[in-house]
């Protein structure tokens, strides 16, 4: 197998697409519904632009460079080694939890056509054959890595196309009125965030999609397309969802835990739900592969900057990054089986967004830094853009801080822990790379 192999623009479409949606998709109208009604859909919209807004910030950082790191190295140029290393170490443990959640989720999506799957045994043999046969395919290189993509992102689009092309015809007005419905207690504004949040965190997982950008075909112009269209597929995707389960189900969609499945049962019959559970399973095997490539990534991009043991980078006659991939197996497969990993989770809602903020931020520094570099995409609207994404992601984050408080305290003793092995990697290995060139 030749070493050059890469992922070409299509498949880093494909691989975005795969890391965005996942199982949250099939149960996002019924939690979105139940606290706003019908207007959730202008909540969507909402966080549609907030996210679009994040992902273009993605898209020009990317844009200056074509080696590994994403929004860590975006914050290493902008605001140096520390926030840097903050941010991609953090990035990587989160990956490793988000793996290892994924993996244990797909044991239990699995139960629901096989129950033994729910078996704690059988369930820990499930997630063992999982991750550690993706760490094999990764071991193998990235076109084996790639074709799998490929096929288990289209398997996952095809019942949601499915859905989509037959619900069109079964949306009835009188669904979306009342427009706005609250729930007692609760005020519009209140709801407008609860829903906000929900509906918000069905569009990350972008950010992954630069990690990988030494395996891409000249990432410095793909990359940015790529993030442009993956965000226009899902949210499209998203709208078309949402719009046709509430038109179907109106108010049988509030506390619904199944409400797409619900809204194709009540389509096709009982068939409908078989093929939205198949593409549930789908769907989480796909997030899963997503996942086995970028955590091994993110840990391989740190050494880039001598902040790492260079051996995490070593390739083998693949160019599979074997120590970084082997690492990240064991580490996602002694979280899943711990169970902690529902625990350490929490630590993902401030690391979200402390690679959300210094990207959306790098963005206004790096056009200073370079000023006289050439890059293939531009935001427009100058600064106004990354400014809006960062006040809105700050004024999420408090938000969710407000509602749960130990989300934040995880988050920020997380970072605390960073710091010792920042200062601890800084002193045993000192800089053997010089800083990233911006061609």
Known sequence: MEKGIKLGFWSIVLLGINAIIGSGIFGLPGDAYTDIGPASILVLVFCMLLAVSIALCFAEAGSWFDTDGGPYLYAKEAFGDFVGFEVGFMKWIVSMIAWAT?????????????????????????????????????????????????????????????????????????????????????????????????????????????????????????????????????????????????????????????????????????????????????????????SSIFTPRSAAALVEQGLMPKSIRKTNKNGAPYIAIIVSVIGTLLIAWSGSFTTLSQISVVSRFIQYIPTCLAVLILRKKYADKDVNFRIPGGAIIPIFAVIISILLLIKAGIDEPMKIVWGLGGMIIVVPIYFYMTKVYSKKYNDVEVK
Not at 184 to 200: D, H, N
Not at 209 to 236: H, R, Y
């Open 102 to 290: 994924m993996a244990n989720f797909f044991a239990v999506t699995l139960s629901s056509v096989w129950p033994q799957a729910a078996e704690p045994l059988i369930k820990n043999i499930i997630i063992g054959i999982l991750v550690v046969g993706l760490g094999i395919i990764n071991f193998m290189g990235m076109k084996q890595s790639k074709h799998l993509n490929n096929i288990m992102t289209i398997g996952k689009l095809l019942p949601i196309v499915l859905f989509i092309a037959v619900g069109l015809f079964f949306i009835k007005g009188s669904n979306f009125t009342p427009f706005v419905i609250i729930q007692k207690g609760q005020s519009a504004s209140s709801a407008f965030v609860a829903v906000s949040i929900t509906l918000f965190y069905a569009f990350t997982g972008f950010e992954s999609l630069a990690v990988a950008a030494k395996d891409m075909e000249n990432p410095k112009k793909n990359v940015p397309k790529a993030l442009v269209m993956v965000m226009f597929v899902v949210s499209v995707i998203y709208m078309l969802i949402l719009g046709i389960s509430i038109g179907v189900l109106g108010n049988g969609l509030a506390g619904s835990a199944t409400p797409v499945a619900d809204a194709a049962i009540k389509m096709l019959g009982p068939i409908g739900g078989y093929i939205i559970t198949i593409g549930t399973i789908v769907s989480v095997g796909g997030i899963n592969i997503a």
